[in-house]
């Protein structure tokens, strides 16, 4: 493939937007959990989640690339052809910019944190959106860096799974909160959505598993091989739909078909995922992208139906109230 020439296509290219929905379908079930909560869609507080999901994906991908530059070069030096170009090791960006950029991302975050908190009057967003970026920072940056000492994965889990969405939810639907202790009315969903982000954690490693353990990265790809990565990833998607039915049979602001439903997309997802499983071995790449983009669809998809169909049962019963 042809390098990026501009400055645009650059940074475009560096921001990876074919991963964001990796984090902006959690955002969006989180604004649906805050829509349950209100009771409407509160168009400023959309703005202003959607504005910091995007700072956030900005700062953990520019930050992460910049922190695994050593071992993206030794990737692209041991499998020239079994990924595409990186950020940094093959000169589409500095690595002072890559690292210049993320920062910035993350200063903007918190200030337009400081300033939507006031203006939302959500006293507790200035802290949820740090804890966020601490979250973030930790999976690769020091002195953590747990992608590469082992529980990155369920950090990945934490923070895009359970504290984005928290967040989200937080920022459309927090009004009249109590306390610092706070859980959207259908915040029995997230469990569910944790589980997911494992399972995307977890496959991430699949691709990158011979150049992680060369380059002394801890991964439950590199620690208990493929096989067992593939197995935990399929395992996780099933509980994470087991979980949203669970949610729609006890809580009273999850209904049970909008939970059924959203289960049967992921699950029937999953078919797919599987039938790809036994072809994405460990350096077979072209066979783990169609696995992992199967996997997104199955996630990506059911997470998408869930928020909908929230919002929506949610705007009817204001409706027919």
């Known amino acids: 493939m042809g390098y990026p020439r501009t400055r645009f296509a650059r940074w475009r290219y560096a921001l990876k937007p074919a991963s964001w929905p990796k984090l902006f379908v959690p955002a969006t079930v989180g604004q649906a959990l805050g829509v349950v909560q209100l009771g409407r869609v509160d168009l400023a507080a959309a703005l202003v989640g959607f504005a910091l999901t995007f700072l956030l994906l900005a700062f953990i991908v520019l930050l992460n690339d910049w922190a695994d530059r050593e071992v993206d070069a030794l990737k692209r030096r041991r499998f020239p052809d079994g990924c595409s170009p990186k950020t940094i090791p093959d000169g589409i960006l500095p690595a002072r910019a890559v690292l210049g950029g993320g920062l910035a991302a993350g200063a903007l ?15 507790l967003l200035l802290g949820a959106v740090a804890g966020c970026l601490l979250l973030f920072a930790g999976y690769s940056l020091p002195p953590l860096r747990l992608n590469y000492r082992g529980g990155g994965e369920l950090l990945e889990m934490l923070g ?11 920022v459309q639907g927090g009004l009249g909160v109590e306390g610092y202790l706070w859980l959207p009315r259908a915040g029995a969903v997230l469990p569910g959505l944790m589980l997911l982000a494992l399972a995307s954690a977890v496959a991430s490693g699949l691709s990158d598993e ?14 208990l091989g493929n096989a067992f990565a593939r197995r935990l990833t399929e395992l996780s998607v099933a ?23 959203a289960a049967a997309v992921v699950l029937y997802r999953l078919r797919r995922v599987v039938a790809l499983s036994a072809a994405a071995v460990t350096n077979a790449f072209r066979a783990q992208a169609a696995y992992k983009a199967a996997l997104h669809a199955a996630i990506w998809d059911g997470g998408r139906a869930l928020a909908l169909l929230l919002v929506l049962h949610r705007l009817w019963l204001a409706t027919a109230s």
């Open 210 to 223: 011979v150049s992680d353990r060369e380059g002394g990265k801890t991964t439950l790809a590199t620690s």
């Open 109 to 123: 975050a918190l200030s337009l944190a400081a300033f939507a908190q006031g203006w939302l009057n959500r006293p």
């Open 160 to 170: 895009v799974g359970g504290a984005l969405p928290w967040t989200m939810a937080y």
């Open 239 to 261: 509980l994470g739909a087991l979980a949203w039915i669970v949610a729609g049979l006890v809580s009273s602001e999850v209904p049970a078909v909008v939970a059924v439903v």
